[in-house]
């Protein structure tokens, strides 16, 4: 049997730090855009997958000069809006419930600055008025130096 110090000295890092990891380390780094290929995805309506529906993923992106976002059809289920409106990234954060909102803040902006992709489960409210999890799966993508867009996953969990 173990002793409650020995497994006080083995705590696992606060969610925000736990869940990153370095661009550069090149044997944990992948392409997202092998992970999920939106535009099979996106032609599979929810409906013709039955209960798989509800582990419904997509791509999505921001641009971070102005931060415009684009979705694949996935994220938009995920939301609960329809597929194709448009959707500024003030209105998308408005969905996040207030503790997931301001701890995906936080990763998103020590993303940006040291340049690392980031993992985080986050609790939003559709526009349907269903609470959901979300996986919310993201990385940084710099063009000379400086960072341009982010881009990800986003899967119901």
């Known amino acids: 049997m173990k002793h409650a110090n020995d497994l006080k000295a083995?705590?696992?890092?606060?969610?925000?730090?736990?869940?990153?990891?370095p661009i550069y380390e090149q044997s944990r780094q992948f392409?997202?855009?092998?992970v999920l290929n939106s535009t099979a995805i996106d032609l599979i309506a929810p409906p013709a997958v039955g209960n798989l529906a509800m582990h419904h993923a997509g791509c999505w992106e921001c641009d971070l000069s102005?931060?415009?976002?684009?979705?694949?059809g996935g994220v938009y289920d995920i939301f609960g809006l329809p597929r194709g409106v448009e959707v500024s990234r003030d209105e998308?954060?408005?969905f996040y419930c207030e503790e997931s909102r301001a701890a995906m803040e936080r990763l998103r902006a020590h993303a940006i600055k040291h340049n690392r992709g980031f993992t985080i489960d986050v609790k939003i409210q559709a526009a349907i008025g269903?609470?959901?999890?979300?996986?919310?799966?993201?990385?940084p993508v710099y063009r000379d130096g400086q960072p341009v867009r982010l881009h990800g996953l986003k899967l119901i969990i």
């Open 66 to 72: 102005d931060q415009s976002l684009i979705w694949s």
């Open 130 to 139: 269903e609470h959901r999890w979300v996986r919310l799966i993201g990385a």
């Open 10 to 21: 083995k705590r696992i890092l606060p969610l925000e730090l736990n869940h990153s990891w």
């Open 92 to 94: 998308a954060v408005s």
């Open 31 to 34: 392409d997202l855009g092998y």
